[in-house]
């Protein structure tokens, strides 16, 4: 089992959809969760950090599952410019246990 | 502005060659990272430095090496180069203490062709 699976889509979805992905590890000592975007043939950027009491960033949303050992990243009112891959990614406590998943690609149509 | 940046964006090589991308960041980041790209396997850790005259080894380090002579520079070296190597490199860096939880940010990628 990898550490950090992702379904890895490609997810096609209208303009206005809401999606949802998740992201599942296997370490349960792990300490902070990210969602990263990544555009074609770009370097990832941070798109927000997950925290345990959950996260809003407009039409963004993540949630931490410390008991399923899920994190999951809602989109509402998909836009056209939300099409890019999204990394989940999540740090053991050191460099060394930095975990990229092998990410989620999202297609929003017309 | 702030940025990281990488050279060259993209580098054919020959097998057996020796290959260096060089990392630069104006962060004045203690951390820095080298990762590889490749379909189906996201990004794994090659090196990293948790500051000046520190390096470690990540998950896929074989074949490769780095050095931090300061706080801007990582850079990456190919000691001969295979064509498993091929692939797309990244550069990050980062704030804070032994890379704990803070965001990186990441350099534009070296795509690298070893032929």
């Known amino acids: 089992r990898k550490e950090v699976e992702q379904d890895p889509g490609p997810f096609n979805v209208p303009e206005g959809a809401t999606v949802a992905f998740n992201c599942t590890y296997s370490n349960s000592a792990s300490q902070s969760f990210f969602w990263y975007r990544q555009d074609c043939r770009k370097e990832p950027k941070l798109l927000m950090s997950?925290?345990?009491s959950g996260n809003e960033d407009g039409r963004f949303t993540a949630q931490l599952n410390r008991a399923s050992q899920y994190i999951s990243l809602l989109i509402r009112d998909s836009k056209l410019s939300d099409s890019a891959t999204y990394l989940c990614v999540v740090n053991g406590g050191s460099a060394s246990k930095i975990i990229f998943g092998s990410g989620t690609r999202l297609s929003i149509r017309p | 502005d702030a940025e990281i940046t990488q050279s060259p964006r993209h580098k054919i090589t020959e097998t057996g060659r020796q290959v260096t991308l060089a990392c630069h960041q104006t962060?004045?980041?203690?951390?820095m990272f080298w990762y590889r790209q490749d379909l189906g396997h996201g990004l794994r850790l090659i090196h990293y430095?948790?500051?000046?005259?520190?390096?470690n080894k990540g998950e896929v380090s074989d074949g490769y090496s780095v050095s931090r002579s300061n706080t801007e520079d990582l850079p990456l070296t190919l000691e001969s180069a295979a064509s498993s190597q091929t692939s797309v490199y990244f550069c990050a860096s980062s704030d804070g203490t032994s890379g704990e939880g803070n965001e990186q940010f990441f350099g534009p990628g070296t795509r690298l062709t070893v032929l």
């Open positions: 430095s948790y500051g000046v005259q520190d390096t």
């Open positions: 997950v925290y345990s």
């Open positions: 962060w004045n980041h203690n951390n």
